[in-house]
């Protein structure tokens, strides 16, 4: 079976969110399962061409965005691994090699985005066709690439070499949908009846090209099976698509992502104090020492609850949810360290708390790699409020790592933390979305940690889980082989 992977990031040549992990890791597992897989995403250029071992082609293809005839360039990476795994690079340097992935430094989304990933779309088509290579399913990940499945099914002329080719369109965050205004219609050169109100591009006056693509794909996945029931059953969870998805008659497949314990695992992490084992986990301390040593949280609050947070500072995270209960959270006589960036808002209001919980609470804003290992190693808890999570991964990380989860009750979360109970579960879970409710929660994991059996039982039980990508990985074989057939 031959598949396309197409994305906007992928690790670890790119990388924003979970996204870039799913298509960094995902592929990987795919072509050690015998699948025939290339990866096609943009040459940023932050990409490390050098570093990374990237090869130049000779291939050259024009896109057209509009009116506008677009020469772009390819690249690629061949996996050491696997010889039927490449990552190839679409190369502009105005559109990609000049800027960042969706924004500038500052995190403020480029104007020309729609242009942006409409090349991506279209790219990834002519890379296929320059390469020889159709494949027989293209997997298509959020707006990004959501127009694919429109443009084979609509432009079957130009698109003649794809007709037995079939599409699958992943999402992993519904939120983010890629509305433009009406007047760009022409840079899309697809016929004027798809842009009439409610067709299938038109969104309330504007064009969606992820209400598109949902409409025209083959077969339809998410990333958790609960994120699947919410976002069909629930307008809100769908961020108003629940119609859409209804009228597009597919069901959603919810295929829980994985974790790459290559990278994530207490017994091999090259960025910790010192690696440890479900059988060697009291070894864990050394490593909250450290912690507590190396970003200045009071020494005297060793043997009281360190609560770790890794996170984008936005609303869906539960940051305002977070805000409302810290002070009272920290009244509970625990320690706590965040990591992330995000709103502007947000990022005040916590280094205000910081300021006055100085030993208590420490905020470093910002992307640190070693750092987010640290804390999954050094954290007794992981907490993770999410207002929805499609899936999340860094809770799936934390419980390897024996550090407790305490999670809002939504999406994946819901799939892979289970309330502590005597004897069973992993971690703590809170179902009404309310600081009121996240108090209980970490108040109820604070009681328990006290009893050193109990929480050394909930740590062992979290490391035991496997959440790796290979059982993931069978269950996109399987629903590759569904879509082909449809």
Same mark, same amino acid.
Not at 87 to 98: A, K, L, Q, R, T
Not at 216 to 221: N, V
Not at 436 to 443: E, F, H, P, T
């Given at each position: 079976?031959?598949?396309?992977?197409?994305?906007? *990031?992928?690790?670890?040549?790119?990388?924003?969110?979970?996204?870039?992990?799913?298509?960094?890791?995902?592929?990987?597992?795919?072509?050690?399962?015998?699948?025939?897989?290339?990866?096609?995403?943009?040459?940023?250029?932050?990409?490390?061409?050098?570093?990374?071992?990237?090869?130049?082609?000779?291939?050259?293809?024009?896109?057209?965005?509009?009116?506008?005839?677009?020469?772009?360039?390819?690249?690629?990476?061949?996996?050491?691994?696997?010889?039927?795994?490449?990552?190839?690079?679409?190369?502009?340097?105005?559109?990609?090699?000049?800027?960042?992935?969706?924004?500038?430094?500052?995190?403020?989304?480029?104007?020309?985005?729609?242009?942006?990933?409409?090349?991506?779309?279209?790219?990834?088509?002519?890379?296929?066709?320059?390469?020889?290579?159709?494949?027989?399913?293209?997997?298509?990940?959020?707006?990004?690439?959501?127009?694919?499945?429109?443009?084979? /099914?609509?432009?079957?002329? *130009?698109?003649?070499?794809?007709?037995?080719? /079939?599409?699958?369109?992943?999402?992993?965050?519904?939120?983010?949908?890629?509305?433009?205004?009406?007047?760009?219609?022409?840079?899309?050169?697809?016929?004027?009846?798809?842009?009439?109100?409610?067709?299938?591009?038109?969104?309330?006056?504007?064009?969606?090209?992820? /209400?598109?693509?949902?409409?025209?794909?083959?077969?339809?996945?998410?990333?958790?099976?609960?994120?699947?029931?919410?976002?069909? *059953?629930?307008?809100?969870?769908?961020?108003?698509?629940?119609?859409?998805?209804?009228?597009?008659?597919?069901?959603?497949?919810?295929?829980?992502?994985?974790?790459?314990?290559?990278?994530?695992?207490?017994?091999?992490?090259?960025?910790?104090?010192?690696?440890?084992?479900?059988?060697?986990?009291?070894?864990?301390?050394?490593?909250?020492?450290?912690?507590?040593?190396?970003?200045?949280?009071?020494?005297?609050?060793?043997?009281?609850?360190?609560?770790?947070?890794?996170?984008?500072?936005? *609303?869906?995270?539960?940051?305002?949810?977070?805000?409302?209960?810290?002070?009272?959270?920290?009244?509970?006589?625990?320690?706590?360290?965040?990591?992330?960036?995000?709103?502007?808002?947000?990022?005040?209001?916590?280094?205000?708390?910081?300021?006055?919980?100085?030993?208590?609470?420490?905020?470093?804003?910002?992307?640190?790699?070693?750092?987010?290992?640290?804390?999954?190693?050094?954290?007794?808890?992981?907490?993770?409020?999410?207002?929805?999570?499609?899936?999340?991964?860094?809770?799936?990380?934390?419980?390897?790592?024996?550090?407790?989860?305490?999670?809002?009750?939504?999406?994946?979360?819901?799939?892979?933390?289970?309330?502590?109970?005597?004897?069973?579960?992993?971690?703590?879970?809170?179902?009404?979305?309310?600081?009121?409710?996240?108090?209980?929660?970490?108040?109820?994991?604070?009681?328990?940690?006290?009893?050193?059996?109990?929480?050394?039982?909930?740590?062992?039980?979290?490391?035991?889980?496997?959440?790796?990508?290979?059982?993931?990985?069978?269950?996109?074989?399987?629903?590759?082989?569904?879509?082909?057939?449809?």
């Amino acid at each position: 079976m031959r598949i396309a992977f197409v994305s906007a *990031e992928v690790y670890p040549f790119s990388k924003v969110g979970g996204l870039g992990d799913v298509a960094g890791a995902l592929p990987l597992e795919l072509a050690a399962q015998g699948v025939d897989v290339m990866v096609l995403t943009p040459r940023y250029g932050s990409i490390n061409r050098w570093g990374f071992g990237i090869e130049d082609s000779p291939y050259r293809y024009t896109v057209n965005i509009g009116n506008k005839a677009i020469d772009c360039g390819l690249s690629r990476w061949q996996s050491p691994q696997y010889s039927n795994f490449q990552v190839y690079f679409i190369e502009n340097e105005h559109y990609f090699g000049s800027r960042g992935i969706y924004g500038n430094e500052n995190g403020i989304p480029y104007e020309d985005n729609d242009e942006r990933y409409l090349l991506l779309s279209k790219a990834a088509l002519e890379v296929c066709k320059v390469l020889n290579r159709i494949p027989d399913v293209i997997h298509c990940n959020d707006n990004h690439s959501a127009l694919i499945p429109v443009y084979l /099914k609509s432009k079957l002329s *130009e698109y003649s070499l794809f007709q037995n080719t /079939k599409t699958l369109l992943t999402l992993h965050n519904i939120a983010y949908q890629g509305i433009v205004n009406m007047d760009r219609r022409l840079i899309y050169d697809l016929p004027d009846d798809l842009f009439y109100p409610i067709a299938p591009m038109e969104w309330y006056g504007q064009i969606n090209p992820l /209400k598109a693509g949902i409409l025209f794909a083959d077969a339809l996945s998410t990333v958790s099976p609960t994120h699947a029931r919410e976002i069909m *059953e629930d307008e809100g969870f769908s961020a108003g698509l629940k119609g859409v998805i209804a009228a597009a008659g597919k069901p959603v497949q919810g295929i829980l992502n994985g974790v790459d314990y290559s990278e994530w695992s207490p017994q091999r992490d090259i960025y910790i104090a010192k690696q440890y084992s479900n059988k060697t986990v009291s070894e864990k301390q050394f490593n909250k020492i450290a912690l507590l040593n190396d970003i200045g949280i009071d020494q005297a609050m060793v043997d009281k609850p360190l609560i770790g947070m890794v996170t984008r500072l936005v *609303e869906q995270k539960g940051i305002p949810v977070l805000i409302e209960a810290l002070e009272r959270l920290l009244a509970l006589d625990v320690a706590m360290i965040i990591l992330g960036s995000g709103e502007p808002d947000y990022e005040r209001s916590l280094m205000k708390f910081a300021e006055r919980f100085t030993g208590r609470l420490k905020i470093d804003f910002g992307y640190n790699n070693s750092l987010s290992h640290k804390i999954m190693a050094g954290g007794d808890m992981f907490l993770m409020p999410s207002r929805y999570e499609p899936c999340g991964i860094t809770q799936m990380a934390a419980l390897k790592y024996g550090t407790v989860p305490i999670v809002h009750k939504t999406g994946g979360l819901a799939d892979t933390v289970f309330q502590w109970n005597s004897q069973s579960g992993n971690g703590f879970v809170f179902e009404n979305y309310s600081a009121d409710d996240l108090i209980k929660s970490v108040r109820n994991a604070v009681s328990v940690y006290y009893d050193k059996d109990e929480w050394r039982h909930i740590m062992l039980n979290g490391m035991a889980a496997d959440f790796s990508w290979q059982q993931s990985a069978q269950q996109y074989v399987e629903l590759y082989t569904y879509t082909c057939q449809v």
